[in-house]
């Protein structure tokens, strides 16, 4: 059975950088196309960044471009998700997610589209 552990998050000022990583456990990181969700207390979840098997799809929340990266580690069986510049809304609850049934290329923004998930991780940015 497949499972996805989240860490790096933690509390931090407006500005910093923090990098979250997904680990893949029970099946290979390769057979998943993967994406990094949030949610801030009172909130909808709300899609982040997604990366497809092949790593030659990605895409972002508006939000978040050209400050946050995704990628992955097929060997490592990791996906990073890095964040520069972090402002205070981008405090929230990461979760990572994985999708067996895409294609090599596609990667998908919408929750629906994922089969596991995992408990996430906190990031807490100051003002």
């Known amino acids: 059975q497949v499972q996805l552990v989240e860490s790096g998050g933690g509390l931090v000022q407006a500005g910093a950088s923090l990098t979250l990583s997904c680990a893949v456990s029970g099946r290979t990181l390769g057979d998943y196309a993967m994406g990094w969700f949030r949610q801030a207390p009172g909130k909808e979840r709300e899609f982040v960044a997604a990366i497809s098997k092949s790593g030659g799809t990605t895409r972002y929340a508006n939000a978040v471009k050209g400050r946050f990266t995704i990628s992955r580690d097929n060997a490592k069986n990791v996906v990073y998700l890095q964040m520069n510049g972090l402002k205070f809304e981008d405090t929230a609850t990461y979760s990572c997610?994985?999708?067996?049934?895409?294609?090599?290329?596609?990667?998908?923004?919408?929750?629906?589209?994922?089969?596991?998930w995992g408990q996430g991780t906190q990031v807490t940015v100051s003002s």
């Open positions: 997610a994985g999708a067996r049934w895409p294609d090599q290329d596609s990667a998908m923004v919408v929750p629906p589209s994922y089969d596991v």
